[in-house]
Nanobody, 127 residues
Framework: QVHLVESGGGLVQAGGSLRLSCAAS????????MGWFRQAPGKEREFVAA????????KYADSVKDRATISRDNAKNTVYLQMNSLKPEDTAVYYC????????????????????WGQGTQVTVSS
């Protein structure tokens, strides 16, 4: 079992930046591909970014392309999501997720691809 805890969310003005963190425990973190998703009220949970076990493969949703950077530090068992130029549309609860596989599959953008989820951290962007 892999336990994930997100942190770093908060209230920020439009145009600002946040760095979200996801700390993992209870598994071999370096063997897990990781993803970030978000869910706004009344919306489905949507894909944001994903990274393979080594960081060699990275994917982003079009909605955050050029504004987000996903990275991981396997020595610290932590994955990060740096978000810049934040927009009110980015307001959501952000979740990190772990895949049992070390690689990103063809369905990395679907929630059903992942096996473990964190509790989420709230990001609110004011206009």
């Amino acid at each position: 079992q892999v336990h994930l805890v997100e942190s770093g969310g908060g209230l920020v003005q439009a145009g600002g930046s946040l760095r979200l963190s996801c700390a993992a425990s209870g598994g071999t973190f370096s063997t897990n591909a990781m993803g970030w998703f978000r869910q706004a009220p009344g919306k489905e949970r949507e894909f944001v970014a994903a990274i393979s076990w080594s960081g060699g493969t990275i994917k982003y949703a079009d909605s955050v392309k050029d504004r987000a950077t996903i990275s991981r530090d396997n020595a610290k068992n932590t994955v990060y999501l740096q978000m810049n130029s934040l927009k009110p549309e980015d307001t959501a609860v952000y979740y990190c997720a772990a895949d049992r596989s070390r690689y990103l599959g063809t369905s990395y953008y679907f929630t059903s691809e992942y096996d473990y989820w964190g509790q989420g951290t709230q990001v609110t962007v004011s206009s």
